[in-house]
């Protein structure tokens, strides 16, 4: 085990080398100001209108939520940004013969290369998804529900979303991979959604979409998830709210998306290493 190690401690160094550890961690830290600045607005214009305190607390609640969708987004994007180079760009540039060539078994490779990437989404996840609830608790008093059950569920999301991409990317070149594994969790999003909006329409023809979508890529019912995690029974329950518990995904489902995962990983793995390079 000691390559998966070394390719690890590669692959961070590089994401370094490569100025994208510093972006991301950039983007998340701006993204933290605006949201800071957004909810500081907000509460001095609560002050000056002297708003009844049940909806100030509903409204920031709102607002948190939609800063946590947001996160999930951003850790989304940068996981398949930041992986989506890694295998196809170093098999189409050649580099990948300077490391393969070496005694160390393709397999421990690419789990090193896994390796160094969750620990990435780790820190990234650690900071956007705790930096929100620490300005939006800090600013306005309020928190999620089961917080830590909500950052675990996209930290899962990211992870899903990473196997795939690593394993697209033992097939397909840099570009291809990018757009595939963007297009499905494109097609999870609006999935999703319509599942949602089957709660409100009561379409069974649209609840079935939704599961079709849910089960080709499960990454966005995972955040569904989340979110029921992470809102108050009441706020779950107000049918005008985008989070509203309308259709929530089932433990089931989650147990699906950790299959999911592990498939893909060892899929990659396999095709890794009975590849032509």
């Given at each position: 085990?000691?390559?998966?190690?070394?390719?690890?401690?590669?692959?961070?160094?590089?994401?370094?080398?490569?100025?994208?550890?510093?972006t991301?961690?950039?983007?998340?830290?701006?993204?933290?100001?605006?949201?800071?600045?957004?909810?500081?607005?907000?509460?001095?214009?609560?002050?000056?209108?002297?708003?009844?305190?049940?909806?100030?607390?509903?409204?920031?609640?709102?607002?948190?939520?939609?800063?946590?969708?947001?996160?999930?987004l951003?850790?989304?994007?940068?996981?398949?940004?930041?992986?989506?180079?890694?295998?196809?760009?170093?098999?189409?540039?050649?580099?990948?013969?300077?490391?393969?060539?070496?005694?160390?078994?393709?397999?421990?490779?690419?789990?090193?290369?896994?390796?160094?990437?969750?620990?990435?989404?780790?820190?990234?996840?650690?900071?956007?998804?705790?930096?929100?609830?620490a300005?939006?608790?800090?600013?306005?008093?309020?928190?999620?529900?089961?917080?830590?059950?909500?950052?675990?569920?996209?930290?899962?999301?990211?992870?899903?979303?990473?196997?795939?991409?690593?394993?697209?990317?033992?097939?397909?070149?840099?570009?291809?991979?990018?757009?595939?594994?963007?297009g499905?969790?494109?097609?999870?999003?609006?999935?999703?959604?319509?599942?949602?909006?089957?709660?409100?329409?009561?379409?069974?023809?649209?609840?079935?979409?939704?599961?079709?979508?849910?089960?080709?890529?499960?990454?966005?019912?995972?955040?569904r998830?989340?979110?029921?995690?992470?809102?108050?029974?009441?706020?779950?329950?107000l049918?005008?709210?985008?989070?509203?518990?309308?259709s929530?995904?089932?433990?089931?489902?989650?147990?699906?998306?950790?299959?999911?995962?592990?498939?893909?990983?060892?899929?990659?793995?396999?095709?890794?290493?009975?590849?032509?390079?």
């Amino acid at each position: 085990m000691r390559g998966c190690w070394v390719m690890a401690g590669i692959t961070f160094r590089e994401a370094a080398r490569k100025k994208i550890l510093w972006t991301a961690l950039l983007a998340g830290l701006g993204f933290l100001l605006l949201f800071g600045l957004a909810l500081h607005f907000q509460m001095k214009d609560f002050d000056a209108r002297s708003t009844a305190p049940f909806i100030r607390y509903e409204v920031l609640s709102s607002m948190l939520m939609i800063g946590l969708y947001v996160v999930d987004l951003l850790a989304v994007v940068m996981t398949i940004l930041t992986s989506v180079d890694t295998i196809s760009g170093e098999i189409n540039s050649g580099t990948i013969h300077a490391i393969a060539t070496k005694p160390v078994p393709r397999w421990q490779i690419l789990l090193g290369k896994w390796v160094g990437f969750v620990g990435m989404i780790a820190a990234f996840v650690a900071l956007t998804f705790g930096g929100t609830i620490a300005v939006a608790y800090g600013l306005s008093g309020v928190a999620p529900e089961n917080p830590v059950h909500g950052a675990l569920l996209v930290f899962l999301e990211c992870l899903l979303v990473l196997s795939a991409t690593l394993m697209f990317g033992t097939w397909f070149s840099t570009l291809t991979n990018g757009v595939i594994v963007l297009g499905l969790h494109g097609l999870a999003f609006m999935g999703g959604w319509l599942e949602q909006m089957s709660g409100f329409t009561e379409s069974p023809r649209l609840v079935a979409v939704g599961i079709f979508t849910s089960l080709v890529m499960p990454s966005e019912s995972i955040w569904r998830r989340a979110a029921f995690e992470m809102q108050t029974p009441l706020a779950g329950s107000l049918p005008f709210s985008p989070f509203a518990n309308v259709s929530i995904p089932s433990g089931a489902m989650i147990g699906y998306a950790g299959f999911y995962l592990f498939v893909a990983f060892v899929i990659a793995i396999y095709h890794f290493g009975r590849r032509d390079l």
